[in-house]
């Protein structure tokens, strides 16, 4: 029995520990280690790939939590490299291009976490080299790109598509764009493949210098797009370089940020995470983060590509949050976003800043997306729900493509805005430089601001409006774009909305070498109405306003925060309240009262009206009451009359019985001893005549004596008209006896004094001051007397 006793605890001592090593096990499988080193690898030094990669590992590190500890950017060949050093577990993260991983047998051990930009094909020719083109590039001297980058491999796949190889040309062996730009100049290469965004640098040099072309693909862009899987058609338009003044049809591809497939889910979301959460710190690095958007980094990838498994449940997790459309990185829009969602998150709302191009695509995301906030123009979110005749010309209604949102409504308005138009003083036409207006724009090469921003909107609007009809000198750039290539000289002028004075592009405006204009007066006229003010922007705002010089004349509108109808009213009046308690902190001039200003053309949202009539900043519309307020009120309604009701009662209550004690006293005062009738006449009268007129009162009277009290005051008073009834018989009676008993006195006088009494009694009978009993006995001694 001992010898059992031992096994059987030897037993549960071993499974005690296989259960602790299980135990161990599955929580070193589903909980990621802390301080996890990560490896990015990205492409050649000087190139796109590698600053986004030394980024990404620096916002990495410093997002909050100890998940990863350590994150370091590597430079590599490029796309074709990467993904060898992802395979043999070199890297955790590699940056590639679409095409090249599409078409990689091996692809099966990758996954995409993310597409981050789209990049243009752009090949580069000498216009002495008499290439026409892609299958002139047969034996000329051609830059492909570096061993191992996607460029060297996308070079090959384009010139396969007309049957060159490697051998049909010479290969001009260098590592980076910049050194194939100097190579074409210096004619020591015909021709050079470039991936890249438009406008670059490297390929603007080559360009500028006159001896170079870009090569239009045309006639072999739908084949390569068939062949090669992730290439789409593109095109570049006319005078995006200079001597460029064509549009070029070429291809175009998108760049994508992948993983092992063994990477954790929980690691894929710390990534992920990191980015979103940080995008303002993530765009330091380059300019191509801007166009890393959450709504197309994870639309659909060329076939025989999948994502991580995790990103599913980072898609799920963000379709939970509010999202806020602002405008691009470290804008004005973008930071006023960042400080809203800052507030929310203080009233447990979860929210996500998104980068846009501004107001136009700010409104597509909240037509997509009724969970969306955007922050727009007041002239385009009105635009957006009346449609484009607020710009109060019908030739403009369809080209400014605003989307539709007819259920657009206002949360809150925010800062004024104003046009700036800044333009270059030595490209102002001779006879415009007195006092220079939009007329000087006519032939002038002027970015009207990014293409879905609600600038680019106003830029048309006033160019319209200055007679200025749209040609390709007429350009979409980003504001960063449109500051730098003012001051290149590469663009005459750009249009720019923001408040007054702005520090947004504060670059061009404190440089005299540039110059603001003026809308004509007579256009500010025209345009002046609900959205849209005017203004001036004084003399001496800007370093740009010479001494001397005018104040500008311009527009003003307003930036306002909008969502679509379907937004829950319970959650806009907790935004709307976190804004109003914020308002210092937002920095909006005014405020309260300026976020509640009166826009009745862009209707409140239930959930903001109603939060504002609470705090009596917009009046009460009593007929737009939901069915929970109607309710509400009703309950209201009913208690008021309740207490009406029982006040009124109580008053009544309390008049019967003042009534009722008054009428007692009167009844109790009225002496019964008396022998004449006053005593019943008396009663009588306020039996028959007070009281019945008391009971029967008009109805604002009436119950003045309700049935108690009335029947108890005349059963009262009947008691005491008896008692009076027999003590006036009694009297009678006495005298009547007298008369009988007397002696000694005249017959004549007696029987008279007996007459004189019967003739009280009948008479008091007939007014009811004796009863019929009392009456006829009376009447009967009476007569016996007389007899």
């Known amino acids: 029995m001992l010898l059992f006793q031992k096994r059987l605890t030897a037993f549960a001592v071993l499974v005690a520990f296989g259960i602790a090593l299980l135990i161990g096990w599955i929580w070193r499988v589903t909980e990621p280690e802390q301080g996890l080193s990560i490896t990015i690898t990205t492409a050649t030094e000087g190139g796109t790939y590698i600053v986004i990669g030394e980024q990404l590992a620096r916002i990495l590190v410093e997002y909050p939590g100890d998940l990863i500890g350590q994150a370091v950017a590597i430079s590599s060949g490029g796309s074709v490299e990467n993904i060898d050093r992802l395979l043999n577990a070199q890297a955790d993260l590699g940056l590639v291009m679409a095409p090249v991983l599409a078409t990689d047998p091996r692809r099966d051990g990758l996954r995409v976490l993310m597409s981050l930009y789209s990049d243009t094909w752009q090949v580069v020719i000498r216009r002495s080299a008499s290439i026409g083109s892609l299958s002139d590039l047969r034996g000329k001297h051609i830059y492909i790109g570096a061993e191992g980058s996607g460029t060297k491999w996308g070079a090959e796949q384009i010139l396969q598509t007309v049957d060159i190889t490697e051998s049909a040309y010479e290969r001009v062996n260098i590592s980076s764009y910049s050194e194939a730009s100097e190579k074409l100049q210096t004619g020591e290469a015909d021709a050079a493949f470039f991936i890249t965004a438009t406008p670059a640098n490297a390929i603007a040099n080559a360009l500028s210098s006159g001896c170079c072309e870009l090569l239009d693909l045309q006639d072999h862009v739908e084949l390569i797009s068939e062949r090669v899987p992730g290439l789409e058609p593109r095109r570049i338009p006319p005078h995006v370089y200079d001597n460029q003044p064509d549009p070029v049809e070429t291809l175009a591809t998108t760049a994508l940020l992948i993983s092992r497939t063994n990477v954790r889910d929980v690691v894929v979301l710390e990534i992920l995470n990191a980015v979103f959460d940080q995008m303002s710190e993530f765009a330091v690095a380059h300019i191509r983060v801007q166009d890393i958007r959450l709504e197309t980094a994870f639309t659909r990838l060329p076939e025989g590509l999948e994502f991580h498994p995790a990103v599913l449940r980072f898609l799920d997790q963000e379709s939970q949050k509010l999202r806020i459309a602002t405008g691009v990185i470290n804008g004005t829009y973008y930071e006023l976003g960042k400080r809203i969602q ?214 003003t509108t307003r930036a306002v925060l909008v969502a679509r109808k379907e937004l829950p009213p319970a959650v806009v009046r907790t935004i709307t309240e976190a804004i109003f308690e914020g308002e210092a902190f937002l920095g909006i001039e005014g405020g309260a009262a300026t976020m509640a200003e009166d826009m009745r053309s862009l209707p409140l949202h239930p959930g903001a009206r109603a939060y504002y009539e609470r705090e009596g900043f917009v009046p009460r519309d009593w007929w737009k009451l939901s069915w929970e307020e109607i309710v509400g009120v009703a309950w209201r309604i009913l208690a008021i009359v309740v207490i009406l009701v029982a006040g009124y009662q109580g008053a009544l209550k309390l008049r019967r019985d003042r009534t009722n004690n008054e009428i007692g006293r009167r009844i109790f005062a009225i002496s019964l001893e008396s022998d004449e009738p006053d005593s019943v006449h008396s009663l009588l009268e306020i039996r028959d005549g007070e009281i019945r007129e008391r009971v029967q009162r008009r109805w604002w009277r009436k119950g003045e004596l309700d049935q108690s009290r009335w029947r108890y005051l005349h059963d009262l008073i009947n008691d005491r008209i008896r008692l009076a009834k027999e003590n006036l018989t009694a009297a009678l009676a006495e005298d009547l006896r007298e008369l009988a008993h007397e002696t000694g006195s005249d017959v004549a006088d007696r029987r008279q004094r007996l007459q004189s009494l019967e003739a009280r009694v009948w008479t008091y009978f007939q007014k009811g001051e004796l009863d019929a009993s009392h009456q006829s006995l009376l009447m009967e001694v009476i007569q016996r007397n007389l007899r």
């Open 342 to 555: 800052l507030l929310l998150e203080k009233k447990g709302i979860v929210a996500r800043v998104i980068h846009t191009d501004g107001s136009v695509e700010n409104l597509r995301l909240v037509l997509a997306n009724e969970n969306t906030l955007a922050i727009a123009q007041y002239d385009v979110a009105l635009a957006a729900l009346w449609s484009e005749q607020v710009y109060s010309s019908s030739e403009l209604v369809g080209i400014l493509d605003i989307p539709s949102v007819e259920g657009l409504r206002r949360i809150a308005a925010l800062h004024e805005e104003s046009v700036h138009v800044v333009m270059r003083r030595d490209r102002i036409p001779d006879e415009a430089q007195e006092s220079p207006t939009l007329a000087a724009l006519a032939d002038a090469r002027v970015s009207m601001g990014p293409i879905d921003s609600g600038t680019q909107i106003l830029a048309r609007v006033l160019l319209h409006y200055h007679g200025i009809s749209p040609s390709e000198q007429q350009l979409v750039l980003s504001v960063s774009d449109t500051v730098a290539q003012i001051g290149s000289g590469e663009i005459d002028a750009g249009f720019f909305v923001s408040y007054v004075p702005s520090e947004a592009f504060i670059t061009v405006l404190q440089d005299d070498r540039n110059r603001l204009l003026s809308v004509d007066p007579r256009q500010i006229g025209k345009l002046i109405g609900v959205a849209l003010s005017g203004s001036r922007i004084e003399s001496s705002t800007y370093g740009a306003q010479r001494a001397g010089e005018p104040p500008i004349d311009t527009l």
